[in-house]
T-cell receptor, first 114, second 113 residues
Framework: DGGITQSPKYLFRKEGQNVTLSCEQN?????MYWYRQDPGQGLRLIYY???????QKGDIAEGYSVSREKKESFPLTVTSAQKNPTAFYLC?????????????FGPGTRLTVT | KQEVTQIPAALSVPEGENLVLNCSFT??????LQWFRQDPGKGLTSLLL?????REQTSGRLNASLDKSSGRSTLYIAASQPGDSATYLC????????????FGQGTTLQVKP
């Protein structure tokens, strides 16, 4: 059963704590992406990776970190430096450099920091 | 900097109506454009992908058009049903190599029985 798994679905943390969101895929896609969605808004790109052991900052990378040690996994850490971490986080994948290929999204993780 | 705008922000229609959702972008040098559907609290489901060389794509009751020169795309939904109620997001690919998507804010559609 191919797809993208994000866990957990809901996550609650206290202010000042780091938290890591999981994203796993078995679609054999090279590229992976992390987006953030705030209420009533579209998605904004946090980080992306086009190949293992390489990743680039998106538009709102401050306060976040990522790693890409395996093709199947692209975890996102929300650090205490992120000023407004409460949001809905979505992971996506895409075949790298394939013309006409579309991006596929996971079910998302809703993070609440109090 | 590329900006994507969707109008209206919300739309309510009776069942059976045909409707059009609008998406505009500021930089016509886009690669591809993708329309998504999002149900409350869920991830995104891809509806249609329009490549830069195409002018439209169709899937069932959905038809999406792309006019790069004017910076516009429309999503046409025929014979709307209550199950079509969701938020519809438009996103443009600024580059073929990175796959980075730039999203509009979405249009929330309610189809009343």
């Amino acid at each position: 059963d191919g797809g993208i798994t994000q866990s957990p679905k809901y996550l609650f943390r206290k202010e000042g704590q780091n938290v890591t969101l999981s994203c796993e895929q078995n679609l054999n896609h090279d590229a992976m992406y992390w987006y953030r969605q705030d209420p009533g808004q579209g998605l904004r790109l946090i980080y992306y990776s086009q190949i293992v052991n390489d990743f680039q900052k998106g538009d709102i990378a401050e306060g976040y970190s990522v790693s890409r040690e395996k093709k199947e996994s692209f975890p996102l850490t929300v650090t205490s430096a992120q000023k407004n971490p409460t949001a809905f986080y979505l992971c996506a994948t895409k075949p790298r450099g394939t013309e006409g290929s579309e991006q596929y999204f996971g079910p998302g993780t809703r993070l609440t920091v109090t | 900097k590329q900006e994507v705008t969707q109008i209206p922000a919300a739309l309510s229609v009776p069942e059976g109506e045909n409707l059009v959702l609008n998406c505009s972008f500021t930089d016509s040098a886009i690669y591809n454009l993708q329309w998504f559907r999002q149900d409350p609290g869920k991830g995104l489901t891809s509806l249609l992908l329009i490549q830069s060389s195409q002018r439209e794509q169709t899937s069932g009751r959905l038809n999406a058009s792309l006019d790069k020169s004017s910076g516009r795309s429309t999503l046409y939904i025929a014979a709307s049903q209550p199950g079509d109620s969701a938020t519809y997001l438009c996103a443009v690919y600024g580059s073929s190599n990175t796959g980075k998507l730039i999203f509009g804010q979405g249009t929330t559609l309610q189809v009343k029985p």
